[in-house]
Nanobody, 122 residues
Framework: VQLQASGGGFVQAGGSLRLSCAASRRTLSNYAMGWFRQAPGKERELVAAINWSGDSTYYADSVKGRFTISRDNAKNTVYLQMNSLKPEDTAVYYC????????????????WGQGTLVTVSS
């Protein structure tokens, strides 16, 4: 699976962005998907995850109520809608695929996108 993340950019605090992760070479419908982020000097952390069918999701406490993960298996794409953005959301965001259920640990994901930078100004 090749993953291509897009949608990052520069936004003021309180603004919104929508990240997309498009897959090629294989269908995403067999994979759980996660959105991770990594800020400078910090470890990569799972922000949100969704199972293969979309009926189970996970959110980190720091983004609950602000971020929404969704998927469109027909379009082979996973999304992360980010609202009420805060400066502490600034990071490179990565999408990842796992051929089992989602987990928190980044090392257990099988495929990764290249990352897209989100910068939130105060």
């Amino acid at each position: 699976v090749q993953l291509q993340a897009s949608g990052g950019g520069f936004v003021q605090a309180g603004g919104s962005l929508r990240l997309s992760c498009a897959a090629s070479r294989r269908t995403l419908s067999n994979y759980a998907m996660g959105w991770f982020r990594q800020a400078p000097g910090k470890e990569r952390e799972l922000v949100a995850a969704i199972n293969w069918s979309g009926d189970s999701t996970y959110y980190a406490d720091s983004v609950k109520g602000r971020f929404t993960i969704s998927r469109d298996n027909a379009k082979n794409t996973v999304y992360l809608q980010m609202n009420s953005l805060k400066p502490e959301d600034t990071a490179v965001y990565y999408c990842a695929a796992r051929d089992r259920d989602y987990v928190l640990r980044a090392t257990l994901y099988d495929y990764w996108g290249q990352g897209t930078l989100v910068t939130v100004s105060s």
